[in-house]
């Protein structure tokens, strides 16, 4: 369901609390995270308001993507980025759904755990004795 946000609202945008700064023609031009202001085409269907749901959601995904970042793995990070915005969107949009929602966020949990099982296995590869990788 695409809102029709104003200057002033608040808003997940990326799974961050945002407030918008800047609306164009009912397209968000502008927004705030508190701490830089960032301009750009940000679609109303890739925004969502501030409700218990989404706030819970965006926590959630959030949570994921800095454990990610904390493996310390030469992750690609800008495409797993953009696949768990993209599975974030997808949960904010099933959010009255339950079992829906539950759903994406299991795939995405799985999703998250595979990677994490795969960097731990590469640090357990030795090679002549040597483990290749560090801990």
Not at 10 to 25: A, M, S
Not at 100 to 113: D, G, L, R, W, Y
Request: include cysteine.
């Amino acid at each position: 369901m695409i809102e029709n946000f104003k200057v002033g609202d608040e808003i997940y945008e990326e799974f961050k609390l945002k407030e918008i700064r800047e609306v164009r023609d009912g397209i968000i031009w502008s927004l705030h995270d508190k701490y830089f202001i960032s301009s750009g085409n940000y679609s109303p269907s890739q925004c969502f308001p501030v409700e218990d749901k989404v706030k819970s959601l965006s926590e959630t995904f959030e949570n994921w993507s800095h454990e990610l970042h904390q493996l310390n793995a030469q992750l690609n990070y800008p495409k797993i980025r953009g696949y768990l915005n993209n599975r974030w969107i997808d949960a904010c949009d099933a959010r009255t759904d339950d079992e829906k929602c539950f759903n994406i966020m299991q795939s995405v949990s799985a999703f998250i755990e595979t990677i994490k099982y795969h960097v731990e296995s590469q640090k357990q590869i030795v090679v002549h004795g040597v483990n290749i990788f560090g801990r």
